[in-house]
């Protein structure tokens, strides 16, 4: 069964940095492309970035390019989200999902909840 | 404001049928990208209904079913039952955005 399991938000304050990790499991984490979805307060759900399988190659949102690096440890099966000069409306629960940035996201995790306040 | 248009609610009663409609443009939808639906409960993890258009997920029960004409694709939903009220969202691929796209999302309530 697929299982992924994200963690590391928290409350932070504008121009501050934190660092979101999803752990996964029940598949062969280098064969899949994951990605970072997420969901502001009342608001939709907003494709952050994604990393191919090996992860050689990197996707952002215009929201968080520039601001954010997308990385993986295949021999760990995990993923990260290093996310740098937090704004307010990068509030939000964020999901790690397996699925590529030009495709769908056919697995979810329950998601962290990131509050960037001062 | 959502690069792909949907409607903020729909309702039914148990046993009907609704659909739940999503607006592109020419640089998802109606470029052919495919469209994805997905079924999300408040404070749970977003679960895939429909991708590639129409094609359900094993597990996913024929009731729900998806389609699309031009720049719109619609999510049906047959035999409404009281565990359908959720958050459903479109997703596609925009080429003018070169990343994924969701609509905003429509929440359907069962009577």
């Known amino acids: 069964e697929v299982h992924l399991l994200a963690s590391g938000g928290g409350l932070v304050q504008p121009g501050g940095s934190l660092r979101l990790s999803c752990a996964a499991s029940g598949f062969t984490f280098s064969n899949f492309a994951m990605s970072w979805v997420r969901q502001a307060p009342g608001k939709g759900l907003e494709w952050v970035s994604s990393?191919?399988?090996?992860?050689?190659?990197?996707y952002y949102a215009d929201s968080v390019r520039d601001r954010s690096t997308i990385s993986r440890d295949n021999d760990k099966s995990a993923l990260s989200l290093q996310m740098r000069s937090l704004r307010v409306e990068d509030t939000a629960t964020y999901y790690c999902?397996?699925?590529?940035?030009?495709?769908?996201?056919?697995?979810w995790g329950q998601g962290t909840l990131v509050t960037v306040s001062s | 404001q959502s690069v792909l248009t949907q409607s903020p609610s729909v309702s039914g009663a148990p046993g009907q049928r609704v659909t739940i409609s999503c607006t592109g443009s020419s640089s998802n939808i109606g470029a052919d990208y495919d469209v994805h639906w997905y079924q999300h409960l408040p404070g749970t993890a977003p679960k895939l209904l429909i991708y590639d258009t129409s094609t359900r997920p094993s597990g996913v029960p024929d009731r729900f079913s998806g389609s699309r004409s031009g720049p719109s694709a619609s999510l049906a939903i047959t035999g409404l039952q009281a565990d359908d009220e959720a958050d459903y969202y479109c997703?596609?691929?925009?080429?003018?955005?070169?990343?994924?796209?969701f609509g905003g999302g429509t929440r359907l309530t069962v009577l």
């Open positions: 999902a397996r699925g590529d940035w030009n495709e769908y996201f056919q697995y």
């Open positions: 997703q596609s691929y925009d080429s003018n955005l070169s990343g994924s796209v």
């Open positions: 990393i191919s399988g090996s992860g050689g190659s990197t």
